[in-house]
């Protein structure tokens, strides 16, 4: 079987480089409104998703993740736009959630022909002080916890092969 669809979820690659040019609105509006049709348990639709383009906040999400992961590398690898991935822990599927508005939105970035990677760390960066903060600035209530982050942006080199898938992972019972 073969169509569109599956054709993008095959050819879709984390991309590590991008360029620094601004992706369009309407680019940025086609993948948020995916991320929001993404399934929730439920259908509670509980993750909210954070948009970061300004440079001030750019450079201070991009200095709180590499906090956690004990680098001075940008953890976003220089992406123009950053969406912030978090979501109610009160939800018994918070987490399931938030991760797939982020599968969501990678797949419907590829198909627009921009460049994507899921990036890490964003619970441990929202439980700091100056995560908090941010949430509140936000408006964002506490309950909330981080689940991820999509950089977004125009590749700035050719889209790698996908690894052989590994054997074994389907299981007929
Ligand atoms: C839960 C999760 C966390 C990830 N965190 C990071 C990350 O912090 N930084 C990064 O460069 N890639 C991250 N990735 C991307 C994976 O490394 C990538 O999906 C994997 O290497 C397979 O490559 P592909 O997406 O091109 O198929 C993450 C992916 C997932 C699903």
């Given at each position: 079987m073969n169509n569109e669809i599956l054709k993008n979820i095959k050819t879709r690659r984390s991309i590590r480089k991008y360029k620094p040019r601004q992706i369009t609105e309407d680019e940025l509006r086609a993948v948020l409104e995916a991320g929001t049709y993404a399934p929730s348990g439920r259908g509670l639709q509980s993750p909210v998703l954070v948009v970061v383009q300004d440079e001030a906040t750019m450079a201070q999400i991009v200095k709180m993740n590499a906090a956690v992961m004990g680098t001075d590398s940008n953890p976003y690898y220089g992406a123009p736009t950053v969406i912030l991935v978090l979501a109610p822990?009160?939800?018994?599927?918070w987490l399931e959630d938030g991760s797939c508005a982020l599968d969501t939105m990678m797949l419907a970035a590829h198909s627009i022909g921009l460049a994507s990677c899921w990036i890490h760390r964003e619970r441990e960066m929202f439980e700091t002080e100056e995560g908090k903060a941010l949430m509140k600035k936000w408006g964002i209530p506490e309950n909330y916890a981080g689940i991820g982050a999509l950089a977004l942006?125009?590749?700035?080199?050719q889209l790698p092969q996908p690894p052989q898938r590994k054997e074994g992972r389907i299981i007929w019972a």
């Open positions: 822990t009160d939800r018994t599927t942006g125009y590749a700035d080199c």
